[in-house]
């Protein structure tokens, strides 16, 4: 079946402005995973949905960002006021519940670049 | 937290040879993932290895599990180009996120 989804593939934007990020998961999955990836790093947890709800925000650098997950399917990841520190590849991963041992099902990325 | 450390950060081998990557933990493994990402691409799940002393194989790719060392190898065979790309590995500490370390670096020359 097809796997994660993520638009767009590149998102170039200015400093200040607002962005979103979408995820549509593999179908079935209810935990939906948000990573950042700087270059050079691995990815970096930023939130985790356990159907709607987000069950862990801990990753979340700030409240300039935010994750919502409405129907419990697709997740729109949303970043107000940019900076160019936030510059780096977003991930999108999925799995069918959010057990230690559910393997994540990564996406292709959102590479966003602040100028 | 947990950090994950990953050795070599880089490695270029000759196709056809052996090569083996690490990866170890500062806590207690419960789960160590291996995945592969190229450039442009997301990560692309190769094993999960949960018990001490687990092995598994996926063709030419060996992954290893010591729980002891709190330690987990990556074994590829024969390299071949297609090997070439970024390999990750991913645990989690008890109930926490997953922590991923920071890469190695595999390119195979013909």
């Known amino acids: 079946g097809a796997g994660v989804s993520q638009t767009p593939s590149n998102k170039v934007t200015e400093k200040g402005k607002y962005v979103e990020l979408r995820c549509d998961p593999i179908?079935?999955?209810?935990?939906l995973y948000w990573y950042r990836q700087s270059l050079g790093q691995g990815p970096e947890f930023l939130i985790y949905f356990q159907g709607t709800g987000a069950a862990d925000d801990s990753g979340l650098p700030n409240d300039r960002f935010f994750a919502v997950r409405p129907e419990g399917s697709v997740s729109t990841l949303k970043i107000q006021r940019t900076e160019r520190g936030d510059s780096a590849v977003y991930l999108c991963a999925s799995s069918w519940t959010s057990g230690l041992t559910d393997t994540q099902y990564f996406g292709p990325g959102t590479r966003l670049t602040v100028l | 937290s947990q950090e994950l450390e990953q050795s070599p950060q880089s490695l270029i081998v000759q196709e056809g040879k052996n090569l083996t990557i690490n990866c170890t933990s500062s806590?207690?493994?419960?789960?160590l993932y291996w995945y592969k990402q190229k450039y442009g691409e997301g990560l692309i799940f190769l094993m999960m290895?949960?018990?001490?002393?687990e092995e598994k194989s996926h063709e030419k790719i060996t992954a290893k599990l010591d729980e002891k060392k709190q330690q987990s190898s990556l074994h590829i065979t024969a390299s071949q180009p297609s090997h070439a790309g970024i390999y990750l590995c991913g645990a989690h500490s008890g109930n926490t996120p997953l922590v991923f370390g920071k890469g190695t670096r595999l390119s195979v020359i013909a």
């Open positions: 290895l949960q018990k001490g002393g």
């Open positions: 806590k207690t493994l419960y789960g």
């Open positions: 179908s079935g999955h209810t935990a």
